[in-house]
């Protein structure tokens, strides 16, 4: 019968804390470092790539024309 039971391990008594800091700390820089590639690749890209479209067609002297003649501008007046 002795074969047939396995024998216990020893519980670690030293170094358990700073064993599983070590442990704990590569963990949490691994997903880290998973989570800042992966938002830069799907938010900041995609951000970058909307602003770039928007400013490829966007006119400054149109957009100015369209607030001044909604009267939101105190220095200028409406073309109306």
């Known amino acids: 019968m002795a074969g047939e039971v396995g024998k216990a391990s020893k519980p670690q008594l030293r170094g358990l804390l700073k064993s599983q800091i070590k442990r704990n700390i590569i963990v949490i820089a691994s997903i880290t470092a998973v989570i800042a590639v992966a938002q830069k690749v799907f938010i900041n890209d995609q951000r970058k790539k ?29 073309d109306n």
């Open 50 to 78: 909307v602003y770039a479209e928007f400013y490829k067609n966007y006119d400054i002297e149109k957009a100015f024309h369209q607030i001044r003649n909604k009267g939101l501008f105190d220095s200028c007046e409406p």
